[in-house]
């Protein structure tokens, strides 16, 4: 069978070759083989009509390549859509309602509460454990920070996880190994179908998001290799999202690391293996002390940790790397990575695609390693976008001048260090066009990008860090692209010399996914009113 799309506004590549056509406006998907078997005008587009089992005219709607979300967790994703959402709540009181409102519905099943942020609620404090006894009569409550390092649980929660010797405890937030005891208590009570049901509705989100690609990192402070070999089964199915898996766990035998990747299906131990923790858990390694504190966050890797498990995973060819935020964190990356290099050789290492994930205070000398090494970035602009700025969280937690240092994406860029963006689901929501403009619109003026990087890290360079085809669209190449529509929130103002859509403001109204197709199945498809 072959579709026919017409009268579209096609941007084949956020950035197409200087001897480049015109834009074309017409292409025929042979969904045999998921591929484009012809790109064209509208004039072409009439003698392909003839041979199309079905002819679509777009009515001038934008159509890109499919979008890869560079780091996810698809499961806790899904979890949150089936949970309380506490994102935008502006009081413990309001955040408790809800809580208390989900335990009568439940009536006693764990309750699920996430995205909570203290620095939004008028009291400016977590939730003591005591309060979430009150409000679910005594029930299981397990309630993740937005930055998912910290956790408020109830007491019977804490009492499940034994978290009163672990490290990271205070009696009313659990941190590092205590927020690790309280996650898997919880999470190791899903049942399969609990994580069928999670799985089926991130993958969905992300068709409805307009992602044809997710990466997902998993590690063993987050989930379990049952889930991640779950996660592979749901992407398995037709019509939904491609997915490449990463598992966060250290090694320093490149046997080892390779059977890992074998049993798992992974494309290498990196994802987040934690080198550090958050700014909004005070848990990211910094050399300044956050602001009003004595406090460093943690640093979770040595330096000769990192050397040994990058060591074993290029021997192994898989990519390596992890979780890494504050400048010292960021410090102890890079003297790894070099001291790897210094046994392998810089080719070596370069081949092989190892990758940080978030990278949001690195020195000059991290950036020239980064670049020197071909580590690739996997950045989520929308950190800064939501966090960033001289009044946001992380001025609070870093002084404005920090704050605004924080994911420094033109510094990177203009270094020539590979960038890939994503959301980490559910830390910020999925949704592409939100991190493009969230990049565009950096609270630091001399770290924005122009919206046509911006596009690019987020299809090419997505498809390019797992190593596939794809974020362009060409005569043979994957029929894995989207149709967008204006938002409901106003009317899409498109580049003219590019055909991106234009962001006028940090508010400025983002394009919809009306249909997802995902190797020439049609993976989301916008209901009509």
Do not use: K
């Not at 979300?69 to 979890?79: E, K």
């Not at 192994?316 to 990575?337: K, N, P, S």
């Not at 605004?404 to 999925?430: E, F, H, K, M, W």
């Amino acid at each position: 069978m072959r579709t026919l799309y017409r009268n579209a506004a096609i941007v084949p590549s956020a950035h197409p070759s200087a001897d480049a056509d015109p834009r074309p406006t017409a292409l025929v998907i042979d969904h045999a083989l998921g591929r484009i078997a012809w790109l064209g005008d509208d004039n072409g587009a009439t003698i392909h009509a003839e041979e199309a089992d079905e002819v679509i005219d777009l009515g001038g709607r934008l159509l890109t390549p499919g979008f890869a979300d560079a780091h996810v967790h698809l499961t806790m994703t899904g979890q949150g859509l089936d949970g309380v959402d506490l994102s935008g709540t502006t009081s413990i009181a309001q955040a408790l309602a809800l809580v208390e409102q989900e335990a009568r519905r439940t009536r006693g099943r764990p309750i699920y509460a996430h995205s909570w942020d203290e620095t939004q609620w008028a009291e400016g404090r977590p939730i003591a454990p005591t309060e979430l006894d009150r409000a679910t009569y005594g029930g299981v409550v397990y309630m993740p920070r937005v930055d998912a390092h910290s956790a408020s649980v109830s007491t019977a929660m804490a009492t499940i996880a034994r978290v009163r010797d672990l490290d990271g405890w205070d009696g009313v937030v659990a941190r590092r190994d205590a927020f690790a005891a309280v996650t898997h208590a919880f999470t190791s009570s899903m049942t399969p179908v609990d994580r069928q049901r999670h799985l089926e509705l991130a993958l969905g989100t992300a068709a409805r998001c307009g992602l044809t690609l997710l990466h997902e990192t998993g590690a063993t402070h987050l989930t379990s290799h049952d889930d991640i070999r779950d996660v592979l089964a749901a992407a398995s199915a037709p019509g939904v999202p491609d997915v490449v898996t990463y598992w966060g766990e250290l090694t320093d035998d490149a046997d080892v690391a390779g059977e890992i990747a074998e049993f798992l299906g992974i494309l290498g131990l990196a994802g987040d293996l934690c080198a550090d923790g958050s700014f909004g858990s005070f848990t990211a390694h910094v050399g300044e002390p956050y602001v009003g504190t004595d406090q460093h966050g943690y640093g979770y890797l040595t330096p000769s940790q990192v050397r040994d498990h990058v060591i074993a995973c290029t021997r192994a060819g898989l990519q390596a790397g992890g979780h890494v935020i504050g400048d010292e964190g960021l410090r102890t990356m890079a003297a790894g990575f070099r001291a790897a290099a210094e046994v392998l050789g810089r080719d070596a290492i370069r081949a092989v695609r190892h990758r940080w994930e978030h990278v949001e205070l690195p020195d000059e000398e991290v950036v020239r390693t980064m670049a020197d090494l071909g580590i690739w970035a996997s950045v989520q602009p929308c950190f800064d976008g939501l966090w960033g700025g001289t009044e946001g969280l992380y001025a609070e937690r870093l002084g404005p001048e920090r704050a605004l240092q924080a994911v420094p994406l033109r510094t990177l860029v203009d270094a020539g260090v590979p960038l890939a963006l994503g959301s980490d689901s559910p830390v910020t929501r999925l949704g592409p066009w939100a991190a493009v403009r969230a990049a565009v619109w950096h609270h630091n003026p001399e770290q924005r990008l122009t919206v046509a990087e911006a596009v690019h890290a987020h299809t090419v360079g997505g498809y390019a860090l797992a190593g596939l085809e794809g974020g362009v669209l060409e005569q043979g190449g994957p029929a894995t692209l989207v149709v967008w529509d204006d938002g409901q929130d106003g009317h899409i103002v498109t580049d003219p010399v590019t055909g991106l859509p234009v962001f006028d403001g940090p508010e400025a109204p983002l394009p919809v996914a009306e249909r997802t197709v995902v190797g020439g199945l049609t993976a989301y498809l916008r209901p009509r009113p």
